[in-house]
């Protein structure tokens, strides 16, 4: 079973340059999450959505756009990458807006 | 907004003996507090949750209080193995028929450590 799959799992950007993270997802769930970890803060809600065609700010948004074009996917893009993007980036989904998070493995990215 | 302090960041403990780790939040309306397990290269993983209206809540090995006078919870592990080393992390929410994990406020994480 996948799971939550993301892609790519490691990525080195310079600054001002751009990309796109992938998250897909093959259980059917509404409602999907991206958050960065960063040493010594948690995990912090940078978007999220509550259904295909939706998106929404979480806590850290600034720097981030999402889109929610298929069920299945969510994307996470940086249009000019900085190096305080250099993180590692979870992408989670749920059944339900209350319901057990399903983390990917993470995409580790650094910004040079 | 809610904020989540969790103690202590890392904690050592020899195989067979029992961990805790204490979170206290502050906003007294969350109700919603799970508990995430994340393995070394790996995303977090639910092992257990409470709802503010029970007090305790056990699975096998592992346990969660709640203290809502205190708005403080904790995770007690007993009989640690070495399995159980990985980074832990609290969180506290508001959760309604319509929303929740959007409100999610996670801990920084306690690194535990299972000595054999």
């Known amino acids: 079973n996948a799971g939550v799959t993301q892609t790519p799992k490691f990525r080195v950007l310079k600054t001002g340059q751009s990309m796109t993270l992938l998250c897909a997802q093959d259980m059917n769930h509404e409602y999907m999450y991206w958050y960065r970890q960063d040493p010594g803060m948690g995990l912090r809600l940078i978007h999220y959505s509550v259904g295909e065609g939706t998106t929404a700010k979480g806590e850290v948004p600034d720097g981030y756009n999402v889109s929610r074009l298929k069920k299945q996917n969510f994307l996470l893009g940086l249009e000019s990458a900085a190096p305080s993007q250099t993180s590692v980036y979870f992408c989670?989904?749920?059944?339900?807006?209350?319901?057990?998070?399903?983390f990917g493995e993470g995409s580790r990215l650094t910004v040079l | 907004g809610e904020n989540v302090e969790q103690h202590p960041s890392t904690l050592s403990v020899q195989e067979g003996d029992s961990a805790v780790i204490k979170c206290t939040y502050s906003d007294s309306a969350s109700n919603y507090f799970p508990w995430y397990k994340q393995e070394l290269g790996k995303g977090p993983q639910l092992i257990i949750d409470?709802?503010?209206?029970?007090g305790e809540k056990k699975d096998q090995r592992i346990a969660v209080t709640l203290n809502k006078t205190a708005k403080h919870f904790s995770l007690h592990i007993t009989e640690t193995q070495p399995e159980d080393s990985a980074v832990y992390f609290c969180a506290a929410s508001i959760v309604g028929a319509s929303f929740g994990n959007e409100k999610l406020t996670f801990g920084t994480g306690t690194r535990l450590t299972i000595i054999p």
């Open positions: 989670a989904s749920t059944r339900t807006p209350t319901g057990e998070l399903f």
């Open positions: 409470i709802r503010s209206n029970v």
